[in-house]
């Protein structure tokens, strides 16, 4: 089957298109769990040598949305109700931890209002693009983890690739998550602004659980 959009290589590098085809693929839920990858027939179609095809595979292996398996091939990975959760309280428990205990300086600060001035700036166009909005609101949670100043709390939490997994989950009702997710960044911001890192944390444990919550209903064992 072919699923990857026709056009020309306009990026960077060869590795950089093909990797954002086949995961906008992805993301529209056009490949599906489990479903094995044709490396031969996506460099055909796009007219590039094999290299750069696998590279790409490589590189959303790396962000846990493909699983290479030796001599075997190349799947999308699935995900069940039990990874979910466990991915979920993962970062719960990451996120809590590194705000309660976090510092919160005027930088941090700077650089958690420039990413929520951002995502207000995305979904205020007239094409709202998600996936560059998914990418800003993993960098705010990411900001929110480097408060810990805790260099492997920051890695756990990349590890977990979760913006990966909502991405997927949330691509056809992008718009009306955005919002619900915009309020309660702006939310958390105030509160540290404020100093008030009780109501910070709160709203950061709400926030995770309620993901959580959508997450579970999408992804059935």
Known sequence: MIYLLNGPIVLKTLTDEVYRRI???????????????????????????RQPVKEALNRLAQEGLMEIRPRVGTFVRKFNRIDVLNIMEARRMIEVFAVTNGTVDPESLQALE??????????EKKSFE????N??????????????????????????????????????????????????HTEILHHLQQGDTYKAVAIVDAHIRRAQSELLKIFID
């Open 23 to 49: 995961r906008l693929s992805l993301f529209q839920n056009l490949y599906k769990p489990g479903e094995q990858i044709d490396i031969g027939q996506i460099s055909t179609q796009l007219n590039v040598s």
């Open 114 to 123: 420039k990413e929520t001035e951002l995502m207000n700036q995305m979904s």
């Open 130 to 133: 998600y996936l560059a909005y």
């Open 135 to 184: 990418d800003a609101d993993h960098k705010f949670h990411m900001l929110l983890v480097g408060l810990s100043r805790n260099e492997i709390l920051v890695n756990s939490f990349v590890q977990l690739n979760t913006h990966y997994i909502t991405a997927r989950a949330f691509y056809a009702n992008a718009f009306e998550r955005m919002i619900s997710q915009y309020a309660q």
